[in-house]
């Protein structure tokens, strides 16, 4: 019943903000892009708004979301982060005059909207502030706390629905994937940055979250477990995934750029030898691969919800590496993939991936198992999903030792072993 009860207002509210947000896949939509002025973090800070130092209770929020940000989250320093020496060094490198004030380090750093677009308030060394997820509050300010305004009243005026989990989604991958606007792109990782990874539910904890998820919480917005925040997570990373492959290819010259593909089919000893078939690429050994990291988890998913649909990504994968790698038009298996993609997100909806999360656990570990994830990234979505879904499963004490090891064998990225993740893998059942 409460299950039923839920899924009502999921649809409701997916519903709603789909149509509201008929164009949300745009760039446009994201709040560095919209018109909206950004006021500063100093305009939602003070106490009897964000800014409370303690949990206010009986209140819609907590109001205690400033200070969670300000001394916990890490967006709050990314701005700093340009002033260390290792940002100078790549900075450096890449011939910019410093990075702290690169468009190219902003874009990802800091909000860093238009300057006709900075209220008085604003500091861009405030970093990735409040307005840079909920969008530039100009127009929803003096609304937002009106009782009597809707929530679709304050989308209008420009809050970013960061409760709707498709365009969350799409607002972190933003900075932790890419767009055809901005990327950690592989010049930027030539010169010393790290590798971007992300998985929607593990990161959304880590942040650390400042909302809680209680009744009021779950009355007013659109809530679901973490297998369903996951799976809608690995749906967006894939749509994103393609788009990048369609704007961002063929980057200059000879290479097409090279962040899209896996670091580590380039980066790694040629003493290694540890080249194997895959089953999902036809590609001899020798080939650059694709990143296809998020793909392997959705068709984990897709495995349980439609089984068919699991079969057919699979093949249009295969197809989407062949082309990439034989320089051929890509833009027909992009299409394929977005249709498949598409098909699967209409099936989630109906879904209670709740009671899945056994189901879906076992089939990560097996595909981990039997040897088919041997590249570094998916084992690191793999393993991402497999502590989160035994977290919902509850079985994640009684594994708790397990989980160390297999954390362990992801520890460096430089001297990953196949052959010892799977080892670990198989002792799962027991
Ligand atoms: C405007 C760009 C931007 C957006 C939007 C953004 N992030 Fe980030 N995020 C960053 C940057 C840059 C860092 C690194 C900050 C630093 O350490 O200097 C970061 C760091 C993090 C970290 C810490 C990672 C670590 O290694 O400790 C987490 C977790 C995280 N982000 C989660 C999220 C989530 C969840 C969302 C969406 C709700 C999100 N981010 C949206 C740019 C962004
Ligand atoms: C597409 C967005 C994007 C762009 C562009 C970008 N970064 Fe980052 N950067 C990130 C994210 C996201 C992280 C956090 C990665 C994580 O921990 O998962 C990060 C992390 C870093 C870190 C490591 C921080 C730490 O303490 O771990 C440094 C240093 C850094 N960025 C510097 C730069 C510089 C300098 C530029 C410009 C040349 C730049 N970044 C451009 C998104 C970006
Ligand atoms: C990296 C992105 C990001 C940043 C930066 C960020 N938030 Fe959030 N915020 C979220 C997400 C995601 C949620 C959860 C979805 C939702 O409720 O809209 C959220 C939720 C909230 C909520 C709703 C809490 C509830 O219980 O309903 C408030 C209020 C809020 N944020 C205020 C702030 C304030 C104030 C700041 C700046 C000090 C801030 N946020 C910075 C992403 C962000
Ligand atoms: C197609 C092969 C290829 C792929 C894929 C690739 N790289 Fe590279 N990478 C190179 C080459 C070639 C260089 C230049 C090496 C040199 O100058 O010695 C390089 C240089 C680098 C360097 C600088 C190393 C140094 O010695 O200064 C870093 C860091 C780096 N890549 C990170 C990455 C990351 C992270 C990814 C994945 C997102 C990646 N690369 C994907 C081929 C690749």
């Not at 509201?20 to 919209?34: G, K, N, T, W």
């Not at 300057?115 to 008085?120: A, S």
């Not at 380039?266 to 650059?288: E, F, I, N, Y």
């Not at 090891?405 to 080892?423: C, G, Q």
Request: glycine share 6%; net charge positive.
């Amino acid at each position: 019943m409460v299950q039923h009860v839920i899924k009502l207002i999921i649809t409701g509210v997916v519903f709603l903000s789909a149509t509201i947000f008929a164009s949300a896949q745009a760039d446009s939509e994201l709040p560095q892009y919209a018109e909206e002025q950004h006021l500063g973090v100093a305009s939602c800070a003070s106490g009897t708004c964000h800014g409370s130092v303690n949990t206010r209770k009986g209140t819609a929020i907590a109001q205690n979301e400033y200070v969670i940000w300000s001394k916990r989250d890490r967006h709050r320093i990314a701005y700093q982060t340009l002033l260390t020496a290792e940002s100078k060094q790549i900075a450096r490198k890449l011939g910019l005059k410093n990075a702290h004030e690169a468009k190219m380090c902003l874009d990802c750093h800091a909000d860093n909207v238009a300057l006709n677009q900075r209220g008085k308030k604003f500091q861009l060394d405030d970093g990735i502030g409040c307005e840079a997820c909920h969008g530039g509050a100009e127009k929803y300010i003096s609304i937002h706390i009106d009782r009597n305004a809707s929530r679709a009243e304050t989308l209008q005026a420009g809050l970013y629905p960061t409760d709707d989990p498709h365009a969350r989604a799409r607002l972190c991958l933003s900075c932790h994937m890419g767009t055809a606007k901005k990327m950690a792109s592989h010049d930027i990782m030539g010169a010393g940055h790290p590798r971007v990874t992300f998985e929607l539910d593990s990161f959304g904890v880590l942040q650390p979250a400042h909302y809680v998820v209680d009744a009021d919480y779950s009355e007013a917005k659109w809530h679901g477990s973490s297998v369903e925040l996951w799976s809608i997570g690995q749906l967006e990373s894939a749509r994103q995934t393609l788009h990048l492959i369609r704007d961002r290819l063929k980057s200059r010259g000879l290479f097409p750029e090279l962040a899209l593909f896996d670091c580590h089919a380039c980066h790694h000893s040629m003493a290694d030898k540890k080249w194997a078939a895959s089953d999902r690429s036809d590609l001899p050994p020798g080939s650059v691969r694709l990143n296809d990291a998020n793909f392997v988890m959705l068709i984990a998913i897709a495995g349980v919800v439609d089984p068919g649909k699991g079969r057919q990504i699979k093949a249009a994968l295969k197809q989407l590496h062949t082309s990439v790698a034989n320089g051929d038009d890509v833009a027909k298996g992009i299409n394929r993939l977005m249709k498949l993609i598409n098909a699967v997100d209409g099936k989630l909806e109906s879904q209670d991936l709740g009671a899945m999360s056994s189901k879906l656990a076992a089939s990560v570990v097996r595909l981990a198992a039997s040897g088919k994830l041997k590249d570094y990234v998916s084992a690191e979505q793999a393993v991402l999903a497999i502590d989160m879904l035994l977290g919902v499963t509850s079985d994640r004490s009684r594994y708790a030792r397990w989980l160390d090891t297999v954390y362990k064998t992801l520890e460096d990225e430089n001297n990953f072993e196949p052959a010892r993740f799977i080892r670990t893998m198989k002792k799962y059942a027991g």
